[in-house]
């Protein structure tokens, strides 16, 4: 079974400096890899994927995610913070199962943006 | 709105008594998914459908709850006897029929529940 792993429970960076967020996860085939954005009371957006093929993905909002095989990992990151950024970042990883196909998600990193 | 719809967004219930929450997909789409987010935590998977039928269950409580997504209308997350632990938030997601190249979910905005 899949599994993913956040390190961070929160994280806080000024605006207008880099972020990085970590993911690291657990499957023993080629994972599909997604993150996703939770603002307070919303639901989740989906920030970017990676599926296969070049491992810099872009997503939207100016976030990109790198998939590091030899690391099991697919870290975040962002060249400059925005305060909007404030919010809490989901790393997931999908599989197939017998009959479909199930996604799994991070405990979540909580991002403050200060001034 | 052509997103994943949920409601109620917002469900009181009293201990004892039952909640339905309820789900519509993303045109096109015909898997459902549903999630568990409990304060401070990340989400919890609980069951995955496709019309009629139930794909995995593996993170439904083994008592009082229950999912369905029947052939016309959307699916429900039916909660009996509510007990304050299962106030939260509970999303729901939806995708196209997973293909040979992966599978994206697209999440509803949620439905909180609370148990007083």
């Known amino acids: 079974a899949q599994s993913v792993t956040q390190p961070d429970i929160h994280i806080t960076v000024s605006e207008g400096a880099s972020l990085e967020l970590r993911c690291n996860y657990s499957?023993?085939?080629?994972?599909?890899l997604f993150w996703y954005v939770q603002s307070p009371g919303q639901g989740l957006q989906l920030l970017l994927k990676?599926?296969?093929?070049?491992?810099l993905v872009q997503g939207i909002k100016g976030f990109e995610a790198e998939f590091k095989r030899s690391q099991s990992s697919f870290n975040l990151r962002k060249p400059s913070v925005h305060w909007s950024d404030a919010a809490e970042y989901f790393c997931?990883?999908?599989?197939?199962?017998?009959?479909?196909?199930?996604?799994?998600f991070g405990a979540g990193t909580r991002l403050f943006v200060k001034a | 709105n052509a997103g994943v719809m949920q409601n109620p967004r917002h469900l009181v219930r009293r201990r004892g008594q039952e909640a339905r929450l309820r789900c519509s997909p993303m045109?096109?789409?015909?898997?459902v998914y549903w999630y568990r987010q409990l304060p401070e935590e990340g989400l919890k998977f609980m069951v995955y459908?496709?019309?009629?039928?139930?794909?995995?269950e593996s993170g439904m409580p083994k008592e009082r709850f229950s999912a369905e997504f029947p052939k016309e209308g959307p699916s429900i997350l039916r909660i009996q006897q509510v007990v304050r632990g299962d106030s939260a938030a509970y999303f729901c997601?939806?995708?196209?029929?997973?293909?040979?190249?992966?599978?994206?979910?697209?999440f509803g905005e949620g439905s909180w529940l609370t148990v007083v």
């Open positions: 499957y023993g085939a080629t994972p599909y």
């Open positions: 045109k096109g789409h015909s898997h």
């Open positions: 997601a939806s995708s196209p029929m997973p293909g040979r190249t992966g599978n994206t979910i697209y």
């Open positions: 459908l496709q019309k009629e039928n139930i794909i995995d």
């Open positions: 990676y599926f296969s093929g070049d491992t």
């Open positions: 997931a990883v999908g599989a197939r199962h017998s009959g479909g196909f199930k996604t799994i």
